[in-house]
Protein backbone atom coordinates (compact mmCIF):
# COMPACT_ATOMS: atom_id res chain seq x y z
CA UNK A 1 0.00 0.00 0.00
CA UNK A 2 2.83 2.65 1.03
CA UNK A 3 5.57 3.32 -0.79
CA UNK A 4 7.26 5.63 1.52
CA UNK A 5 7.48 6.12 5.07
CA UNK A 6 8.69 9.32 7.05
CA UNK A 7 9.54 9.16 10.26
CA UNK A 8 9.58 12.22 12.68
CA UNK A 9 11.28 12.56 15.92
CA UNK A 10 9.81 15.60 18.02
CA UNK A 11 11.02 18.06 20.24
CA UNK A 12 9.63 21.33 21.91
CA UNK A 13 11.02 23.84 19.21
CA UNK A 14 12.30 21.97 16.24
CA UNK A 15 11.99 18.12 14.46
CA UNK A 16 14.10 16.12 12.65
CA UNK A 17 12.76 13.60 10.19
CA UNK A 18 13.53 10.76 8.06
CA UNK A 19 11.85 9.86 4.68
CA UNK A 20 12.82 6.11 3.44
CA UNK A 21 11.25 3.64 0.90
CA UNK A 22 10.63 0.31 0.47
CA UNK A 23 13.82 -1.31 0.99
CA UNK A 24 14.14 1.29 4.18
CA UNK A 25 17.42 3.76 1.76
CA UNK A 26 17.02 7.14 3.38
CA UNK A 27 15.82 9.27 0.03
CA UNK A 28 15.91 12.78 2.04
CA UNK A 29 16.44 13.93 6.06
CA UNK A 30 16.96 17.04 7.96
CA UNK A 31 16.03 18.95 11.29
CA UNK A 32 13.62 21.59 11.11
CA UNK A 33 12.65 24.80 13.48
CA UNK A 34 8.62 24.44 14.47
CA UNK A 35 7.47 27.46 12.03
CA UNK A 36 5.10 27.38 9.34
CA UNK A 37 7.74 28.11 7.16
CA UNK A 38 9.71 24.76 7.81
CA UNK A 39 6.07 22.88 8.04
CA UNK A 40 5.94 24.20 4.06
CA UNK A 41 8.93 23.02 3.07
CA UNK A 42 8.39 19.87 4.08
CA UNK A 43 4.74 19.73 2.51
CA UNK A 44 6.32 20.91 -0.88
CA UNK A 45 9.22 18.09 -0.66
CA UNK A 46 6.97 15.83 -0.32
CA UNK A 47 4.11 17.10 -2.94
CA UNK A 48 6.21 14.76 -5.60
CA UNK A 49 5.06 12.10 -4.12
CA UNK A 50 1.28 10.78 -4.24
CA UNK A 51 -0.37 10.90 -0.64
CA UNK A 52 -1.47 7.47 -0.61
CA UNK A 53 2.35 6.23 -1.25
CA UNK A 54 3.15 8.30 1.85
CA UNK A 55 2.82 6.86 5.52
CA UNK A 56 4.03 10.01 8.25
CA UNK A 57 4.52 8.21 11.65
CA UNK A 58 5.45 10.08 14.89
CA UNK A 59 5.55 9.37 18.47
CA UNK A 60 2.87 11.11 21.13
CA UNK A 61 5.04 13.55 22.47
CA UNK A 62 2.93 14.89 24.82
CA UNK A 63 1.53 18.59 23.45
CA UNK A 64 4.63 18.85 20.99
CA UNK A 65 3.26 16.95 18.01
CA UNK A 66 0.05 18.72 17.70
CA UNK A 67 0.82 21.37 15.61
CA UNK A 68 2.35 19.45 12.72
CA UNK A 69 0.04 16.81 12.90
CA UNK A 70 -2.94 19.10 12.57
CA UNK A 71 -0.88 20.60 9.47
CA UNK A 72 -0.59 17.08 8.12
CA UNK A 73 -4.01 16.43 8.36
CA UNK A 74 -4.99 19.47 6.41
CA UNK A 75 -2.88 18.53 3.84
CA UNK A 76 -5.00 15.44 3.75
CA UNK A 77 -2.07 13.18 4.17
CA UNK A 78 -1.94 9.53 6.25
CA UNK A 79 -0.56 10.30 9.52
CA UNK A 80 -0.53 7.85 12.32
CA UNK A 81 0.64 8.50 15.97
CA UNK A 82 2.77 6.29 18.39
CA UNK A 83 2.93 5.38 21.43
CA UNK A 84 7.14 6.07 22.38
CA UNK A 85 6.97 2.82 24.52
CA UNK A 86 6.68 1.20 21.15
CA UNK A 87 9.52 3.02 19.08
CA UNK A 88 11.73 2.44 22.36
CA UNK A 89 10.82 -1.70 22.43
CA UNK A 90 11.46 -1.35 18.46
CA UNK A 91 14.78 0.36 18.96
CA UNK A 92 15.66 -2.25 20.98
CA UNK A 93 15.29 -5.09 18.96
CA UNK A 94 17.16 -3.37 16.42
CA UNK A 95 21.19 -3.91 16.16
CA UNK A 96 21.86 -0.54 16.37
CA UNK A 97 24.54 1.10 18.79
CA UNK A 98 22.80 2.91 21.68
CA UNK A 99 24.51 6.43 21.26
CA UNK A 100 21.15 8.77 20.93
CA UNK A 101 20.75 11.22 18.09
CA UNK A 102 17.44 12.95 17.56
CA UNK A 103 18.73 12.06 13.41
CA UNK A 104 19.15 8.32 14.24
CA UNK A 105 15.71 7.98 16.30
CA UNK A 106 13.83 9.79 13.09
CA UNK A 107 14.99 7.02 10.81
CA UNK A 108 14.37 3.89 13.65
CA UNK A 109 10.86 5.58 13.69
CA UNK A 110 10.44 5.28 9.72
CA UNK A 111 11.65 1.71 9.84
CA UNK A 112 9.23 1.19 12.39
CA UNK A 113 6.45 2.67 10.11
CA UNK A 114 7.60 0.04 6.95
CA UNK A 115 8.02 -2.63 8.85
CA UNK A 116 4.15 -2.40 11.08
CA UNK A 117 2.06 -0.28 8.76
CA UNK A 118 -0.51 -3.11 8.35
CA UNK A 119 -1.49 -2.31 12.40
CA UNK A 120 -0.87 1.24 12.71
CA UNK A 121 -4.10 3.36 12.92
CA UNK A 122 -4.43 6.04 11.13
CA UNK A 123 -4.93 9.61 12.81
CA UNK A 124 -8.30 11.94 11.53
CA UNK A 125 -9.16 15.11 12.23
CA UNK A 126 -11.99 13.73 14.38
CA UNK A 127 -10.09 11.81 16.25
CA UNK A 128 -10.70 11.90 20.10
CA UNK A 129 -6.91 13.31 20.00
CA UNK A 130 -8.74 16.40 19.31
CA UNK A 131 -10.40 17.04 22.29
CA UNK A 132 -7.30 15.67 24.45
CA UNK A 133 -6.23 19.59 25.76
CA UNK A 134 -10.30 19.27 27.14
CA UNK A 135 -9.98 16.41 28.68
CA UNK A 136 -6.54 17.27 30.46
CA UNK A 137 -8.04 20.60 31.91
CA UNK A 138 -11.19 18.85 33.11
CA UNK A 139 -8.52 16.30 34.76
CA UNK A 140 -6.49 19.32 36.71
CA UNK A 141 -9.89 20.90 37.36
CA UNK A 142 -11.19 17.80 39.07
CA UNK A 143 -7.43 16.94 41.16
CA UNK A 144 -8.18 20.89 42.44
CA UNK A 145 -11.80 20.21 43.30
CA UNK A 146 -9.93 16.84 45.20
CA UNK A 147 -7.47 19.34 47.03
CA UNK A 148 -10.20 21.69 47.72
CA UNK A 149 -12.24 18.88 49.74
CA UNK A 150 -9.63 17.44 51.32
CA UNK A 151 -9.29 21.39 53.32
CA UNK A 152 -12.63 21.39 53.52
CA UNK A 153 -12.80 18.13 55.64
CA UNK A 154 -9.98 19.60 57.23
CA UNK A 155 -11.79 22.82 58.62
CA UNK A 156 -15.13 21.18 59.49
CA UNK A 157 -13.41 18.92 61.40
CA UNK A 158 -12.37 21.82 63.44
CA UNK A 159 -15.34 24.39 63.36
CA UNK A 160 -17.92 21.25 63.53
CA UNK A 161 -16.21 18.04 63.37
CA UNK A 162 -19.42 16.42 64.38
CA UNK A 163 -21.36 17.19 61.15
CA UNK A 164 -18.42 15.65 59.27
CA UNK A 165 -18.88 12.15 61.06
CA UNK A 166 -22.86 12.06 60.70
CA UNK A 167 -23.64 13.15 57.49
CA UNK A 168 -21.77 13.89 53.84
CA UNK A 169 -20.67 17.45 54.14
CA UNK A 170 -20.69 17.76 50.08
CA UNK A 171 -24.35 17.02 49.20
CA UNK A 172 -26.22 20.60 47.54
CA UNK A 173 -27.98 20.91 50.70
CA UNK A 174 -24.97 20.25 53.14
CA UNK A 175 -22.80 22.87 51.26
CA UNK A 176 -25.69 25.19 50.59
CA UNK A 177 -25.97 25.03 54.80
CA UNK A 178 -22.44 25.98 55.34
CA UNK A 179 -21.74 28.57 53.09
CA UNK A 180 -24.53 30.64 55.07
CA UNK A 181 -23.19 29.01 58.24
CA UNK A 182 -20.31 27.49 58.30
CA UNK A 183 -20.03 26.21 61.79
CA UNK A 184 -21.35 25.13 65.36
CA UNK A 185 -20.90 28.84 66.47
CA UNK A 186 -23.40 30.31 63.67
CA UNK A 187 -25.45 27.06 63.56
CA UNK A 188 -26.60 27.46 67.11
CA UNK A 189 -27.79 30.80 66.70
CA UNK A 190 -30.34 30.00 63.41
CA UNK A 191 -34.33 28.84 64.19
CA UNK A 192 -34.77 25.57 62.98
CA UNK A 193 -36.85 26.62 60.39
CA UNK A 194 -34.22 28.49 58.76
CA UNK A 195 -31.51 25.45 58.96
CA UNK A 196 -34.73 23.34 57.25
CA UNK A 197 -34.72 26.04 54.57
CA UNK A 198 -31.24 25.90 53.93
CA UNK A 199 -31.11 22.13 53.82
CA UNK A 200 -34.16 21.98 50.99
CA UNK A 201 -32.20 22.73 48.07
CA UNK A 202 -32.23 19.57 47.07
CA UNK A 203 -35.50 19.23 47.42
CA UNK A 204 -36.54 20.28 43.68
CA UNK A 205 -35.26 17.18 42.50
CA UNK A 206 -36.99 14.94 45.10
CA UNK A 207 -33.79 14.63 47.28
CA UNK A 208 -34.43 14.82 51.21
CA UNK A 209 -31.50 15.93 53.33
CA UNK A 210 -29.19 12.86 54.68
CA UNK A 211 -29.43 15.28 57.69
CA UNK A 212 -32.71 16.62 59.84
CA UNK A 213 -32.43 20.60 60.66
CA UNK A 214 -32.95 19.38 63.86
CA UNK A 215 -30.61 16.68 64.13
CA UNK A 216 -28.24 19.54 63.03
CA UNK A 217 -29.28 22.02 65.82
CA UNK A 218 -28.58 19.48 68.05
CA UNK A 219 -25.40 18.21 67.10
CA UNK A 220 -24.17 22.39 66.94
CA UNK A 221 -25.62 22.29 70.29
CA UNK A 222 -23.56 19.67 71.91
CA UNK A 223 -20.35 20.15 69.57
CA UNK A 224 -17.00 20.69 70.40
CA UNK A 225 -16.10 22.63 67.57
CA UNK A 226 -13.85 25.71 68.02
CA UNK A 227 -14.68 29.51 67.56
CA UNK A 228 -12.64 30.69 64.55
CA UNK A 229 -14.13 33.41 62.57
CA UNK A 230 -10.86 33.62 60.73
CA UNK A 231 -11.62 29.41 59.07
CA UNK A 232 -15.00 30.00 58.72
CA UNK A 233 -14.91 32.66 56.18
CA UNK A 234 -11.66 30.49 54.21
CA UNK A 235 -14.36 27.81 54.44
CA UNK A 236 -16.70 29.88 52.59
CA UNK A 237 -14.25 30.38 50.41
CA UNK A 238 -13.21 26.81 49.54
CA UNK A 239 -16.98 26.47 49.25
CA UNK A 240 -17.63 29.11 46.17
CA UNK A 241 -14.16 28.40 44.66
CA UNK A 242 -15.33 24.36 44.69
CA UNK A 243 -18.77 26.04 42.81
CA UNK A 244 -17.04 27.66 40.02
CA UNK A 245 -14.62 24.92 39.20
CA UNK A 246 -17.46 22.41 39.10
CA UNK A 247 -18.91 24.73 36.61
CA UNK A 248 -16.04 24.94 34.54
CA UNK A 249 -16.31 20.95 34.62
CA UNK A 250 -19.36 20.95 33.50
CA UNK A 251 -19.01 23.20 30.83
CA UNK A 252 -16.04 20.50 29.87
CA UNK A 253 -18.11 17.85 29.69
CA UNK A 254 -21.29 19.60 27.58
CA UNK A 255 -18.27 20.03 24.89
CA UNK A 256 -17.20 16.73 25.15
CA UNK A 257 -20.51 14.90 25.12
CA UNK A 258 -21.22 17.55 22.14
CA UNK A 259 -18.24 15.83 20.31
CA UNK A 260 -19.24 12.33 20.86
CA UNK A 261 -22.84 12.97 19.28
CA UNK A 262 -21.03 14.95 16.17
CA UNK A 263 -18.88 12.47 15.60
CA UNK A 264 -19.69 8.98 15.89
CA UNK A 265 -17.42 6.57 17.88
CA UNK A 266 -17.70 2.91 18.11
CA UNK A 267 -15.39 2.50 21.11
CA UNK A 268 -17.08 4.76 22.97
CA UNK A 269 -20.70 3.07 22.46
CA UNK A 270 -19.07 0.28 23.76
CA UNK A 271 -17.99 1.93 27.06
CA UNK A 272 -20.90 3.51 27.70
CA UNK A 273 -22.82 0.19 27.83
CA UNK A 274 -21.34 -0.64 31.20
CA UNK A 275 -23.46 1.06 33.68
CA UNK A 276 -22.33 3.92 35.74
CA UNK A 277 -19.81 4.97 32.17
CA UNK A 278 -21.44 8.10 30.23
CA UNK A 279 -20.78 9.20 27.42
CA UNK A 280 -17.94 12.15 28.97
CA UNK A 281 -16.62 9.77 30.96
CA UNK A 282 -15.85 7.18 28.05
CA UNK A 283 -14.49 9.81 25.52
CA UNK A 284 -12.01 10.82 28.28
CA UNK A 285 -10.95 7.35 28.94
CA UNK A 286 -10.28 6.45 25.44
CA UNK A 287 -8.43 9.87 24.60
CA UNK A 288 -5.71 9.09 27.14
CA UNK A 289 -6.17 5.51 26.37
CA UNK A 290 -5.02 5.56 22.43
CA UNK A 291 -5.45 2.86 20.65
CA UNK A 292 -6.00 -0.50 22.06
CA UNK A 293 -4.35 -2.55 19.67
CA UNK A 294 -0.87 -1.19 21.53
CA UNK A 295 -1.53 -3.22 24.19
CA UNK A 296 -0.99 -7.26 23.70
CA UNK A 297 -2.51 -8.01 27.10
CA UNK A 298 -4.66 -6.41 29.84
CA UNK A 299 -1.73 -6.69 32.30
CA UNK A 300 0.29 -4.31 29.89
CA UNK A 301 -2.75 -1.80 30.31
CA UNK A 302 -2.52 -1.86 33.87
CA UNK A 303 0.66 -1.23 34.16
CA UNK A 304 0.36 1.60 31.32
CA UNK A 305 -2.77 3.09 33.83
CA UNK A 306 -0.26 2.56 37.01
CA UNK A 307 -2.56 0.63 38.88
CA UNK A 308 -0.57 -2.23 39.41
CA UNK A 309 1.12 -3.20 42.50
CA UNK A 310 4.14 -1.94 43.89
CA UNK A 311 7.12 -4.82 43.45
CA UNK A 312 10.03 -4.38 46.38
CA UNK A 313 13.11 -6.36 45.38
CA UNK A 314 16.18 -6.92 47.49
CA UNK A 315 18.19 -9.64 46.44
CA UNK A 316 16.27 -12.72 46.49
CA UNK A 317 13.48 -11.54 48.21
CA UNK A 318 10.59 -10.21 46.40
CA UNK A 319 7.55 -8.41 48.20
CA UNK A 320 4.24 -7.18 46.84
CA UNK A 321 3.03 -4.19 48.55
CA UNK A 322 -0.20 -3.04 49.11
CA UNK A 323 0.08 0.04 47.36
CA UNK A 324 0.00 0.96 43.81
CA UNK A 325 3.04 1.86 41.19
CA UNK A 326 1.62 5.14 40.02
CA UNK A 327 4.19 4.92 37.05
CA UNK A 328 1.58 5.45 34.34
CA UNK A 329 -0.64 7.60 32.62
CA UNK A 330 -1.82 10.02 35.71
CA UNK A 331 -4.66 11.17 33.71
CA UNK A 332 -6.27 7.62 32.64
CA UNK A 333 -5.96 6.72 35.98
CA UNK A 334 -7.56 9.79 37.90
CA UNK A 335 -10.34 8.94 35.14
CA UNK A 336 -10.48 5.38 35.45
CA UNK A 337 -10.37 5.79 39.04
CA UNK A 338 -13.83 8.47 39.06
CA UNK A 339 -15.16 5.93 36.70
CA UNK A 340 -14.86 2.81 39.12
CA UNK A 341 -16.17 4.78 41.82
CA UNK A 342 -19.28 5.50 39.69
CA UNK A 343 -19.41 1.60 38.70
CA UNK A 344 -19.50 0.67 42.95
CA UNK A 345 -22.83 2.95 42.73
CA UNK A 346 -24.45 1.97 39.43
CA UNK A 347 -23.46 -1.21 38.18
CA UNK A 348 -24.30 -4.60 40.16
CA UNK A 349 -22.03 -6.67 38.81
CA UNK A 350 -19.33 -4.20 39.87
CA UNK A 351 -20.64 -2.78 42.93
CA UNK A 352 -21.05 -6.88 44.41
CA UNK A 353 -17.28 -6.86 43.45
CA UNK A 354 -16.87 -3.90 45.77
CA UNK A 355 -18.65 -5.07 48.70
CA UNK A 356 -17.20 -8.47 48.30
CA UNK A 357 -13.38 -6.85 48.71
CA UNK A 358 -14.51 -4.73 51.58
CA UNK A 359 -16.18 -7.52 53.50
CA UNK A 360 -12.56 -9.13 53.17
CA UNK A 361 -11.26 -6.32 55.24
CA UNK A 362 -9.89 -4.16 52.23
CA UNK A 363 -10.00 -0.84 53.13
CA UNK A 364 -12.29 2.11 50.75
CA UNK A 365 -9.09 2.91 48.72
CA UNK A 366 -7.68 -0.64 48.01
CA UNK A 367 -11.43 -1.74 47.13
CA UNK A 368 -12.06 0.84 44.73
CA UNK A 369 -8.65 0.27 42.87
CA UNK A 370 -9.78 -3.70 43.00
CA UNK A 371 -12.56 -2.25 41.17
CA UNK A 372 -10.51 -0.32 38.80
CA UNK A 373 -8.09 -2.93 37.88
CA UNK A 374 -11.30 -5.28 36.75
CA UNK A 375 -12.71 -2.31 34.82
CA UNK A 376 -9.50 -2.54 33.08
CA UNK A 377 -9.78 -6.07 32.50
CA UNK A 378 -13.61 -5.78 31.27
CA UNK A 379 -12.47 -2.67 29.38
CA UNK A 380 -9.62 -4.41 27.07
CA UNK A 381 -11.48 -7.70 26.39
CA UNK A 382 -14.73 -5.38 25.42
CA UNK A 383 -12.30 -3.24 23.13
CA UNK A 384 -10.57 -6.77 21.59
CA UNK A 385 -13.16 -8.34 20.79
CA UNK A 386 -15.73 -5.33 20.11
CA UNK A 387 -18.76 -6.52 22.60
CA UNK A 388 -20.55 -4.99 24.06
CA UNK A 389 -21.07 -5.32 28.42
CA UNK A 390 -23.41 -7.62 29.73
CA UNK A 391 -24.30 -8.78 33.58
CA UNK A 392 -22.52 -12.09 32.52
CA UNK A 393 -19.59 -10.41 30.69
CA UNK A 394 -17.70 -9.40 33.45
CA UNK A 395 -16.93 -12.93 34.36
CA UNK A 396 -15.73 -14.04 30.69
CA UNK A 397 -13.63 -11.14 30.37
CA UNK A 398 -11.04 -12.33 32.54
CA UNK A 399 -10.90 -15.20 31.06
CA UNK A 400 -10.60 -13.65 27.06
CA UNK A 401 -8.19 -10.98 28.46
CA UNK A 402 -5.42 -13.09 29.04
CA UNK A 403 -6.04 -14.47 25.86
Request: glycine share 4%; charged share 25%.
Amino acid sequence: MYKYFLGIDISKDSFDFCFTDESEKVLHKDHYLMDIDNFTNLANYLASFSNDEILIVMEATGIYHLNLLSFFLEQGLNVSVVNPLFIHAFTKSMTIRKTKTDSKDALIISIFAKRNYSSLKLSKSSDLETIKPIVREKDKLTAQISAIKTDMKSIVNQLFPEMLKNTNIFTKSSLNLLLQAPSKRVIRNLKEKKIAKLLSCDNAKGKKPSITANEILSLAKNSIGINNPSLEKILISKIKQMSFIQTQIDEYNEIIEKFVDEYHNNDIDLLTSIDGVGKSSAASFLTELGDINNFATHKQLIAFVGTDPTIYQSGTSVNVKGSISKRGNSHLRRILWHMARAATVWNTTLKAYYDKKRSEGKTFKQSVIAVANKLIRIIFSMLKNNTKFDVNFSKLAIKSASI
